[in-house]
């Protein structure tokens, strides 16, 4: 039972944000008590936790299956976006930061996980792409990582673009396109505009 309430919260805190989504709410959908909730969940903020652990877990998942499958870092990249799309086009933008604004515990999960394994992964990612000629070799890639992982969360920010017109999914991706064109080397544009042509 924990995991299906587990489920169906992460549904809809992702479909709607976690400020709305009220636990009479997540049972009502479920078919069953607030009560029966509160057995395994003492409160929402507690609920909140564990559906951004579960996140986290599953982020790891796909940052070492991607390390697995794909050598090449531009590849890689590309599809990364392509594993982020249907979560993307079905999160609501503001979920990020009011899980900043109202659950700061939970939120500090998200910042240990960027500062204590997507910040590595970043750098390494820079240097090996760096080795092979496709990246500038005289940016710090310490700041190059930070200035990422900055880009990705601005875009969460309802403040940052308050008349953006584009999905979550396309401003992303927009961001990434202007990240990366300042990075890339004339041999690795070549190979990043071809795995762009293929991406539309």
Same mark, same amino acid.
């Given at each position: ?62 940052? @070492?299956? !991607?390390? *697995? %499958? ?7 990249? $590309? ?62 890639? @310490?700041? !190059?990582? *930070? %200035? ?7 875009? $969460? ?44």
């Amino acid at each position: 039972m924990k995991s299906r309430i587990l489920e169906k919260g992460t549904e809809l805190f992702f479909r709607y944000g976690v400020k709305t989504v009220t636990m009479d709410a997540i049972a009502s959908e479920l078919g069953i008590s607030k009560k029966t909730i509160y057995q395994h969940f003492p409160d929402k903020d507690s609920m909140v936790c564990e559906v951004v652990k579960s996140f986290i877990e599953q982020d790891a998942a796909k940052w @070492e299956e !991607l390390d *697995r %499958l794909y050598a090449n870092v531009i590849e890689k990249m $590309f599809k990364s976006f392509e594993m982020v799309k249907d979560m993307l086009a079905q999160m609501n933008p503001r979920l990020l930061f009011e899980i900043q604004k109202y659950f700061p515990t939970a939120f500090q999960l998200f910042k240990n996980h960027g500062e204590n394994y997507i910040h590595g992964n970043l750098i390494a990612d820079f240097k090996k792409g760096a080795q092979f000629g496709y990246f500038r070799n005289d940016i710090d890639f @310490e700041l !190059l990582a *930070r %200035l990422r992982m900055a880009e990705v969360d601005l875009a $969460f920010n309802p403040d940052f673009y308050p008349n953006n017109k584009l999905s979550l999914y396309e401003t992303q991706l927009t961001l990434m396109d202007i990240f990366m064109r300042g990075i890339l080397t004339e041999k690795g544009l070549t190979l990043y505009t071809s795995y762009q042509n293929n991406l539309k």
